[in-house]
Every structure is written in structure tokens, then in C-alpha cells.
């Protein structure tokens, strides 16, 4: 009677006592069973308990004849309700075949002792990846929604700490109480909407009163890619380009550059517009303080130092200007060039209108070359970036690559330019080389 008692169906003082009603007896009243507290069991989790309750009765009946029958719990006749795998399959009676004999300890009901747990779980979710792409900030919702709360998608609210080593991770704290190893089910929302994850999460509670943290995980499995996004808080780029003989021909109109030097045309960059990648200002706006280029004295080099926000593609997307009309080349025709080294970057020389007919593409690493040899020395060169790093391997059959994490761009210097480079020393074997990187 353990797992009664522990949910309150059976309190000796208050009067409950429990019988055996059957066959035998005209399913009536009056066969009671009395606790044996040298009788102990033992539940899942190793509790012991000393709630047994035993009585032997004479019966009358033919040899080998089969009696049913349950226990009840008194006063009230509440009939327990054993499982199909212990009953008559019509009946849902218990049975046995007369005989002297000792029948086995069963549980009230087929339901033995589970003592609830307390576990408090401290839930953690990283939006690091939805941050670096614009589409969470700290003004939107996050909240944890699960059967624990019925599926409220408001009630639990997740919180961050600017502070934290990790500013982008969300916590919240949650108290069940439940069996022990329960299973329960639960996902995060967004501003209302819940993760696009097929399946639900889930988690097991303790098997003991605890504590323990669920994550940190990544909302929607998504994994940040920093190589691929700003992740300084102000990455400080600088643009050049040649304007010698400059014309375009853009929306704007035919622009050629006055090639007198100084100048009176003005040179302009477009799409940086307040830090943000892609984002342009009015074509024809020269207010755009801030976006206007400086001249290289004695040279036709014109430059400009701006920043780009935490969480911007490294991927940049810009356009020159000749006295700020959209007049490099037409619409939509860019530039395109990647961000390889982080706080500071400077690109390559640009030519102005250089990209021609179709979109000026930068590819995002490669380029491997051999290009310098002194002594017992080799000089590797490459288009590098953080996330890119060297891999050599002995032989090619089968080939076993190792990756050289030094020359990783978050650890080898990326010149001007995006060239990474490093020496190697030449030997009697073969050495195999390759870039493996982000994308």
C-alpha cells in the first residue's frame, strides 16, 4: 500500500484499512488484511518501505478451481485497478487456483512506490546566431513554453546578462515537481513563435531532489558562424581606389573624373550607410556626411576609414561615386569584397568602375600558391580570412590531413589586402597542401 499512502488513498489515522473481496467470499465485506511491517519492498530509486498488508483465509471450493478477486480500500469500497497483464482478461478480476498456498506481494492498483522530486532546471539558450544576422535583439521576446506550463508562451520569460563573458545567452529558471526520470517537453519562442525544430526538446528529471541546467543550445540548432560576420563591436575598414581616368557609366548618368590634379570632383562610398553592410544612401545625397573619400596627396588614391557593426556579414557590399550620383556602374552592380582580419581591416586597391558589366565577386578564400623559394625554404601564400586555416598531408593515398591551427586567420596575420602567409621547411618526403575554411 506504499505508493497509496505516499499519494494520500490510504491513511491508517484517519480509519482506512483494506480488505480482499472475491469469489470466496460473495465479493462482501469483512476479509481484512493487517500490515506485516517485517515485510519490506523496495521501489526504483531504493526506498524501503514497510506497508504490506497480509491475511490468510480458509476456502471452500473444488479442487483446482479458479477464484477472482481485488483488494479495496475502506471505509468507502474503493476497488483498486490492477493491470490487464495481472487480470482476467474478461473479468479485470485478480486470480488464482485454489490451493494452500501463498499468493505474491502485490502493489495496490499495480502501482508501486514513486516519491515525487524537486528538480530546479535552468534553462539556457544562445541566440548568438539570430543576433549576427538582425533577426533577435534585446527589445524582442524570449520566453520557455512546455507541458510544465502549459504550453504558455508568455509566463516564462528568458533574460541575458549585458555583462556576461556571453551577452547572448538567455536563461530562465524552472521548478517541477514529478516522479523521478519523468520526461517532459518543452521549446523556446521568439516574439511569439516557437522554434522551427521538427520535434519538440525534451529532458529527464533526476532521479533524486536536484538541480541542473538544460543548454546552452542554440535556438532553432542554429549554430553562429563568426567567420562569417563581424564579431568586434566596431570593425574599422579602409577603402581605396584608383580614380585615374575614372569613368562610369550608372544610373546616374556618363561621370568621368577630373583627372587635374586636385581635383574639383568629389569621391563618395556607398553602402556602409550608418555601419550597416548593403545599405545605401540616396544616390545624389553629397550631405551623407561622413561617407565622403580623402584624397592620397600626389596620387589619384582616394580613401576612407568607416566602420562596420558587430554582426554584419563579412561579406561587404559597396559602390564608388563621382560627386555622390550612382555613376560607377548600373544598378545593382557592386562591389564585393570580404572583411579577412578583425578588429581592422584594409582593402585591396579598388579601380573605379573595375567591375565591368557584372557584379566585381571577391571569393571568399583560396588562391594557394607557392611563391617564394630560398634555401631549404618554402613561402605559401593565400587569400585568408579567420576560419581559414592550412592542412598538409604526406601522401594522397589515402591522403590523412592535419590541420595546422596557427595559420588560422584569427591567429595569423591577414596583411592588407587579405594575403596570409607562412614558411615551411623543405624535406627528403613529400608535403601536400590545402585551405579548408568556413565556406
Known amino acids: 500500500m506504499a505508493e497509496q499512502v505516499n499519494l494520500g488513498n490510504f491513511d491508517t489515522n484517519t480509519g482506512a484499512y483494506v480488505e480482499v473481496h ?151 529558471v524552472v521548478t517541477i515537481v514529478d516522479v523521478p526520470g519523468a520526461e517532459h517537453y518543452f521549446k523556446f519562442v521568439e516574439n511569439g513563435t516557437y522554434e522551427s525544430l521538427a520535434n519538440n526538446r525534451d529532458l529527464f528529471l533526476l532521479q533524486t531532489n536536484g538541480s541542473f541546467t538544460y543548454g546552452p543550445v542554440y535556438f532553432n540548432n542554429q549554430l553562429p558562424e563568426p567567420f562569417d560576420f563581424v564579431y568586434v563591436t566596431n570593425e574599422m575598414v579602409t577603402f581605396t581606389v584608383n580614380m585615374t581616368n575614372a569613368t562610369g557609366t550608372g544610373a546616374g548618368g556618363t561621370e568621368s573624373f577630373d583627372n587635374q590634379y586636385p581635383s574639383g570632383d568629389t569621391v563618395w562610398l556607398n553602402g556602409l550607410l550608418d555601419g550597416i553592410n548593403n545599405n545605401f544612401w540616396s544616390w545624389g545625397g ?50 564585393e569584397r570580404w572583411i579577412r582580419s578583425q578588429p581592422n581591416y584594409t582593402m585591396p586597391v579598388d579601380t573605379y568602375a573595375s567591375q565591368g558589366a557584372s557584379t566585381q565577386t571577391e571569393i571568399p578564400f583560396g588562391n594557394l600558391a607557392i611563391t617564394q623559394t630560398t634555401n631549404n625554404q618554402i613561402q605559401l601564400s593565400w587569400l585568408g580570412r579567420p576560419g581559414v586555416q592550412l592542412q598538409t598531408t604526406p601522401t594522397l593515398s589515402p591522403a590523412v590531413w592535419t590541420s595546422q591551427p596557427f595559420t588560422d586567420g584569427t591567429n595569423l596575420l591577414v596583411a592588407p589586402g587579405g594575403t596570409a602567409s607562412t614558411n615551411y621547411t623543405t624535406g627528403a618526403s613529400s608535403l601536400f597542401y590545402r585551405l579548408v575554411g568556413p565556406q
Open 22 to 172: 472475491g469469489f470466496f467470499n460473495g465479493w462482501g465485506t469483512g476479509d481484512i488484511l493487517t500490515n506485516d511491517p517485517s515485510i519490506l519492498t523496495t521501489n526504483s530509486s531504493g526506498v524501503v518501505a514497510s506497508n504490506v498488508y497480509v491475511n490468510t483465509f480458509a476456502i471452500t471450493a473444488a479442487t483446482n478451481a479458479t477464484d477472482e478477486y481485488k483488494y479495496v480500500i475502506q471505509p468507502g469500497g474503493n476497488y483498486e485497478s490492477p493491470s490487464a497483464s495481472d487480470t482476467d482478461i474478461y473479468s479485470g478480476n485478480r486470480f488464482f487456483i485454489d490451493a494452500t498456498e501463498t499468493l505474491p506481494v502485490v502493489a495496490f492498483s499495480d502501482k508501486p512506490l514513486v516519491l515525487s522530486v524537486t528538480n530546479i532546471i535552468t534553462f539556457e539558450v544562445d541566440m548568438t546566431a539570430l543576433i549576427e544576422v538582425g533577426s533577435f535583439t534585446t527589445n524582442e521576446s524570449l520566453t520557455l513554453s512546455g507541458d510544465f506550463n502549459g504550453w504558455n508562451t508568455t509566463a516564462q520569460p528568458m533574460t541575458n546578462n549585458p555583462a556576461a563573458s556571453n551577452p547572448d545567452l538567455y536563461s530562465t
Open 286 to 335: 553629397l550631405g551623407a556626411d561622413g561617407y565622403e573619400m580623402t584624397q592620397i596627396p600626389n596620387t589619384f588614391l582616394f580613401t576612407i576609414t568607416l566602420p562596420v557593426n558587430k554582426g554584419q556579414s563579412a561579406d561587404l557590399i559597396y559602390k564608388y561615386s563621382i560627386n555622390g550620383l550612382d555613376d560607377e556602374a548600373g544598378f545593382g552592380d557592386n562591389h
